[in-house]
Nanobody
Framework: VQLQASGGGLVQAGGSLRLSCAAS????????MGWFRQAPGKEREFVAL????????QYAESVKGRFTISRDNAKNTVYLQMNSLKSDDTAVYYC???????????????WGQGTQVTVSS
């Protein structure tokens, strides 16, 4: 499965962005999809995940209540709606596809190339 993330950019604090991650195959719908991010000088961290049906989601505490993950299996796409953005959200955001609903990177077999999100204060 090839994943293509898009939608990053420069936004002011308090603003919103929606990231998209398009998958190359219809088998996309079999996978748990996750978003991770890596800020400069820091390790990559879990942001959110959604199960294959969209029936269950999980979020990092730092984004809970501000970010929403969703998916459209008909379009082979997963989204991350990011509201009330803070400077701490500045990072490269990666989408990933995995077999089970876990927050750990080694659970995910396929990764997108990343999209830069920069939040100015």
């Amino acid at each position: 499965v090839q994943l293509q993330a898009s939608g990053g950019g420069l936004v002011q604090a308090g603003g919103s962005l929606r990231l998209s991650c398009a998958a190359s195959e219809r088998t996309f719908r079999r996978y748990v999809m996750g978003w991770f991010r890596q800020a400069p000088g820091k390790e990559r961290e879990f942001v959110a995940l959604i199960t294959w049906s969209g029936g269950s989601t999980q979020y990092a505490e730092s984004v809970k209540g501000r970010f929403t993950i969703s998916r459209d299996n008909a379009k082979n796409t997963v989204y991350l709606q990011m509201n009330s953005l803070k400077s701490d959200d500045t990072a490269v955001y990666y989408c990933a596809a995995g077999a089970s609903a876990r927050i750990y990177e080694d659970n995910y077999d396929y990764w997108g190339q990343g999209t830069q999100v920069t939040v100015s204060s």
